[in-house]
């Protein structure tokens, strides 16, 4: 079993930055790979950025170039830095963690922290 809790959401203003945090727990996280997903009003749940057990990681085509997802397997836990954030990205972020990369569903997710960017 696998437990993940987010935080590091909030309101900024458009251009900003923040970063997300994923705190796992058990050190079996590390078998795991990490992921974010986020859900906007009215829209379905989407991939953001995925890393993998080896640090392979990849984007959604909207924050290529923006968004950075990283892994510390030291302290069970995965990061999304978000940078030149824009009003599109107000959701709802998701941490989730995937044993099997073919799949496109998680095995576990977080509970989801607020990204608010006012337009």
């Known amino acids: 079993q696998v437990q993940l809790v987010e935080s590091g959401g909030g309101l900024v203003q458009a251009g900003g930055s923040l970063r997300l945090s994923c705190a796992a727990s058990?050190?079996?996280?590390?078998?795991?790979?990490g992921g974010w997903y986020r859900q906007a009003p009215g829209k379905l749940r989407e991939l953001v950025a995925r890393?993998?057990?080896?640090?392979?990681?990849n984007y959604a085509d909207s924050v290529k170039g923006r968004f950075f997802i990283s892994r510390d397997n030291a302290k069970n836990t995965v990061y999304l830095q978000m940078n030149s954030l824009k009003p599109d990205d107000t959701a709802v972020y998701y941490c989730?963690?995937?044993?099997?990369?073919?799949?496109?569903?998680?095995?576990?997710w977080g509970q989801g922290t607020q990204v608010t960017v006012p337009s």
């Open positions: 989730a963690a995937t044993w099997d990369l073919d799949s496109s569903i998680p095995d576990y």
């Open positions: 890393i993998t057990t080896s640090g392979s990681t």
């Open positions: 058990g050190s079996i996280f590390r078998l795991y790979h």
